[in-house]
């Protein structure tokens, strides 16, 4: 009777661990991944809200707490982890010349996306809301800061930079997807998602798509399409 060598059945075992390991690590990205998006999805009842924006009426609602809990848990995963994941946000990539063609890179292709999508059949134009300055200041730091670095956290972080490098190509697109499903125009998200899930995986940091995302966002703030 043919028998394994002690070498294959180290070499199978090895496997077998491997597997077990990127399994267990899939799974606890997921269960991670759905307490974020509870938090940042959930309907919190009125007498649980403390923060909350004092911008007037929008069509927009930008569930500040909710997002700020979601910061609040990763800083929470990031103390538990000894730090692990400090070099997502090394400054390093932002001294580079080439970060910064990225980044307009990714900019003008969003614009153009979205163009596409609209059919080039208008031309946007800029517009400036009825807001005090205090009310500029704090819509700012809403659409520059908070929403952007809660996302980005979320979508570019736990989805895509934090899994195997070995399916960053597939988690770019599930985070893609995933991004487009919170927005109120899924199609125009995903290009958005896309592009900046594709300046995360090139420099392996989250600070260059936070700033494209921030970018993104001041500008659609005031321009509409």
Same mark, same amino acid.
């Given at each position: 009777m043919?028998? &394994?060598s002690p070498m294959n059945i180290r070499h199978t075992s090895s496997k077998i661990r491997a597997i077990f390991k990127v399994g267990t690590k899939t799974l606890l990205l997921m269960f991670l991944f759905l307490i974020a998006f509870l938090l940042e999805s959930i309907v919190l009842p009125e007498q649980l809200i403390i923060l909350e924006d004092t911008l007037p009426a929008t069509n927009v609602i930008f569930k500040l707490q909710n997002r700020?809990?979601?910061?609040?848990?990763?800083?929470?995963?990031?103390?538990?982890?000894?730090?692990?994941?400090?070099?997502?946000?090394?400054? &390093?990539?932002?001294k580079r010349k080439e970060t910064y063609l990225w980044i307009m890179g990714i900019l003008i292709f969003k614009f153009m996306m979205i163009n596409i999508m609209e059919g080039f059949n208008s031309i946007g134009s800029f517009a400036l809301f009825p807001f005090s300055f205090s009310e500029y200041l704090q819509l700012l730091m809403i659409v520059a800061l908070i929403v952007p670095l809660q996302e980005e956290l979320l979508y570019r972080g736990l989805l895509l930079l934090v899994p195997s490098q070995k399916i960053k190509y597939l988690m770019l697109i599930i985070s893609s997807v995933a991004f487009a499903l919170i927005h109120?125009?899924?199609?125009t998200a995903f290009w958005l998602g896309l592009g900046n899930g594709v300046v995360a995986i090139r420099f392996n940091n989250l600070l260059v798509p936070l700033i494209v995302h921030s970018l993104w966002n001041i500008f659609v703030t005031f321009y509409h399409f």
């Open positions: 043919k028998t &394994d700020i809990l979601v910061i609040v848990f990763f800083l929470l995963l990031i103390l538990i982890t000894k730090k692990k994941y400090l070099y997502l946000f090394k400054l &390093d990539p932002l109120p125009t899924p199609t």
